[in-house]
């Protein structure tokens, strides 16, 4: 399998750094928080917190993660090892930015709003992804993106991330 790097860390820290600005933009002082999607949506959660922090300063944005293992639609193909969830904060009447790393066809965000909701009811939820490929089979579109990537249907975009992966880097995977 073919590999290029299409980001590198350097790349990747400007792409969160300009979501958390577009996110302080829209929500200056907004009741928001930021639930990351299991696994790499997590780091990319908290690195916005810290972003969005230094940016309008002031409390620190709460931050959750969602485990969408069970609400995944396909469970016969794929048994689902649980991460757990971790949402300490009420949902209600917040506007909650769920975050991953790279957005699709759109069946994991359609399993992370299942997920989210049988936690809560925010007042709105809104969708932050490093990297947006294409190729959606459902109809749903991120509000803040760090990076358009558009691919072929037979590649693939892998994250990585210093917290998970020792460095960061976007990769494209051609077979």
Avoid: W
């Amino acid at each position: 399998m073919a590999e290029a790097q299409l980001m590198d860390g350097e790349t990747v820290r400007r792409a969160v750094r300009r979501i958390a600005h577009e996110i302080a933009e829209r929500h200056p002082k907004g009741n928001i928080a930021l639930v990351g999607i299991q696994t790499r949506g997590v780091p990319l959660a908290h690195r916005l917190a810290k972003e969005f922090h230094a940016i309008e300063g002031g409390n620190s944005l709460p931050v959750g993660s969602l485990d969408i293992s069970f609400h995944r639609d396909d469970l016969a193909s794929n048994m689902p090892v649980p991460k757990g969830s971790e949402v300490l904060f009420d949902l209600k009447d917040k506007t909650v930015i769920l975050v991953d790393d790279v957005l699709y066809t759109g069946r994991t965000i359609r399993a992370a709003l299942d997920a989210l909701c049988d936690l809560g009811r925010p007042k709105i939820i809104q969708l932050a992804v490093l990297v947006d490929r294409g190729h959606r089979e459902l109809p749903i579109r991120p509000d803040f993106v760090g990076k358009n990537l558009p691919t072929g249907p037979h590649e693939r975009i892998r994250v990585r991330l210093t917290e998970k992966d020792g460095e960061d880097a976007v990769i494209l995977e051609k077979p």
